[in-house]
């Protein structure tokens, strides 16, 4: 701690009684927490509120674009090959915020939350074979949408950008913790 920090904390301290003017710009909506809990949506343009009592979060409300690499998806009855192979998908999904309070309230990562529940839904639809059909993807999509709009999520689209053959290949080394204590070794 320097000389010097306990001046900065004071600062701060008194910082908090003074009221804030922020720009919530027109991309954004600010959620203002409150006092007991509350939670309003603010914006876009200038906000007040005192950090004393309140807290604003800005929460992004324009499509945002996941892109989502190498999906290993398992491939059904692969026991005439040597190694095992499996499908590798390449998904993007875009999405938008439709209700800030709900997902300023339940989600601390938007994108991460998207991203694993997307691939959730794609591995729960996958049908295990190449080729597919298009409908798998559909369905994952819907599934995904129903799950998103509980976090005031709303799915624009999910699309392909690849889906190929790859083999899954696992090191000797390459043997967890989980593996040792359960008695199997996987090589």
Not at 130 to 139: G, M, S
Not at 151 to 172: H, Q, S, Y
Request: proline fraction near 6%; aromatic fraction near 8%; glycine fraction near 8%.
């Amino acid at each position: 701690m320097t000389a010097l920090a306990w001046l900065n904390d004071l600062v701060q301290w008194f910082g908090r009684l003074v009221p804030r003017i922020v720009l919530v710009h027109p991309t954004h909506r600010g959620v203002r927490f409150g006092p007991r809990g509350s939670a309003r949506c603010v914006g876009p343009g200038l906000v007040t509120y005192w950090p004393i009592t309140h807290h604003l979060i800005e929460v992004p409300v324009t499509l945002q674009s996941v892109q989502l690499c190498a999906i290993q998806l398992p491939i059904r009855d692969e026991s005439q090959h040597f190694l095992p192979r499996v499908a590798v998908c390449t998904l993007n999904v875009q999405f938008l915020i439709a209700d800030p309070v709900t997902a300023a309230t339940h989600i601390l990562n938007f994108h991460a939350l998207v991203g694993n529940r997307a691939q959730a839904s794609v591995a729960a639809q996958w049908p295990g074979e190449l080729p597919a059909d298009a409908t798998w993807i559909l369905r994952a999509g819907d599934r995904l949408a129903q799950e998103l709009r509980a976090f005031g999520i709303t799915l624009a689209t999910i699309d392909i950008a690849g889906l190929g053959l790859g083999v899954a290949v696992k090191n000797i080394g390459d043997w967890s913790y989980a593996d040792q204590v359960n008695g199997k070794r996987v090589v």
